[in-house]
Nanobody, 127 residues
Framework: QVQLVESGGGSVQAGGSLRLSCVPSEKIDGTLCMGWFRQPPGRAREEVAAISIGSTFYADSVKGRFSIYEDSATNTLYLQMNNLKPEDTGMYSC??????????????????????WGQGTQVTVSS
């Protein structure tokens, strides 16, 4: 079973930036849909962003501040987070669909469509 490993989390002050990374334990060819989710303290998991076949999708709360992209050569998924706010605090997890399966502007938000998940990396933003 492929494992995803996130890194890059930490503690920052509001207005700061972080870049999260997600690397699979083995190379996955043909991945067409990858995403980031987060779970704020005491709340349910929520979608953050996804990328599929050149299209990117973002939750309204992070549009204009976060950017999702992939380095296909290394199979690494990134989430660049700028102008962080205290409400961005949470455990951030990456997810991938099985190979050769994309996602749409509607489906990317559904956590159940993703087959592979990481353990998460904590992001804490202080005011």
């Amino acid at each position: 079973q492929v494992q995803l490993v996130e890194s890059g989390g930490g503690s920052v002050q509001a207005g700061g930036s972080l870049r999260l990374s997600c690397v699979p334990s083995e190379k996955i060819d043909g991945t067409l849909c990858m995403g980031w989710f987060r779970q704020p303290p005491g709340r349910a998991r929520e979608e953050v962003a996804a990328i599929s076949i050149g299209s990117t999708f973002y939750a309204d709360s992070v549009k204009g501040r976060f950017s999702i992209y992939e380095d296909s050569a290394t199979n690494t998924l990134y989430l660049q987070m700028n102008n962080l706010k205290p409400e961005d605090t949470g455990m951030y997890s990456c997810a991938r669909r099985r190979p050769r399966t994309g996602c749409s502007s509607a489906s990317w938000r559904q956590a159940t469509i993703y087959e592979y998940w990481g353990q998460g990396t904590q992001v804490t933003v202080s005011s």
